[in-house]
């Protein structure tokens, strides 16, 4: 099996990195065994970044099933920092306008993107149910280019998207490409902080990242790397 595995920053996934290195040989850019060839690619922040990266490997490479692993922010206050979680739907959420009274439009309501367009179902993007892991909370996810810090745009964000639990800015662009190509495919992240006026001082970073590659190198053990 030929594995994608990425992120938007090193940081992220440096531990399963450094688990897939130490248990698996180098070869042509790839960590390998006798059942498992394995690429690590990082994307860099934000939807363009993560669209172009994924564009470029997918055209170039062929995969039979990718993960993105990371970090977000959490809407639903019943997951705790640290908790780990699979998205399992996606939106775009600020691309659209800004009308004359402040409110926003988004491209789907504009049909600018035809809201069940492939591979949007109602503006939303959704994993394939068979490859979803039991062994994670599933949640809804939102995409963003900047992310929510008063509570002003938070109030309008919840309102506009009452069942969005966390939210990021990459993950719709991964469930895109996937999407299009017909590749499976997991976004694990794990909740650093709680979408709410902006205090870094709340954060829980580390424990976010410890926990999200102890789950990543569960699933990676799952699939065959030792």
């Not at 939102?142 to 745009?153: L, T």
């Not at 997991?186 to 999200?212: C, F, G, H």
Request: aromatic fraction near 8%.
């Amino acid at each position: 099996m030929r594995i994608l595995l990425v992120a938007a920053t090193p940081f992220e996934i440096q531990g399963t990195f450094g688990y897939l290195q130490s248990t698996m040989q180098e070869s042509k850019g790839l960590l390998v065994n006798d059942r498992l060839q394995i690429q690590v690619a990082i994307t860099g922040v934000g939807l363009p970044l993560t669209a172009f990266g994924l564009g470029t490997l997918l055209a170039q490479n062929s995969y039979d099933f990718a993960i993105q692993g990371g970090v977000a922010g959490a809407l639903d206050r019943d997951l705790g920092l640290g908790e780990v979680v699979e998205v399992f739907s996606e939106r775009l959420a600020d691309l659209g306008v800004e009308e004359r009274n402040g409110d926003f439009t988004s491209a789907h309501d504009l049909n600018l993107i035809p809201p069940d367009m492939m591979p949007f179902r109602n503006g939303q993007l959704w994993n394939h149910p068979e490859v979803e892991r039991a062994f994670l909370p599933k949640v809804h996810g939102i995409s963003v280019n900047r992310v929510h810090g008063s509570a002003e745009s938070i109030d309008k964000l919840r309102q506009r998207f009452p069942d969005a639990q966390v939210e990021s800015m990459e993950g719709a662009a991964f469930f895109y490409s996937c999407l299009i190509h017909d590749l499976n495919f997991l976004q694990i992240r794990a909740i650093s902080n709680y979408v709410e006026p902006r205090d870094r001082e709340k954060w829980q970073m580390q424990e976010a990242v410890t926990n999200l590659n102890a789950a990543l190198i569960d699933l990676f053990r799952t699939l065959g790397v030792d």
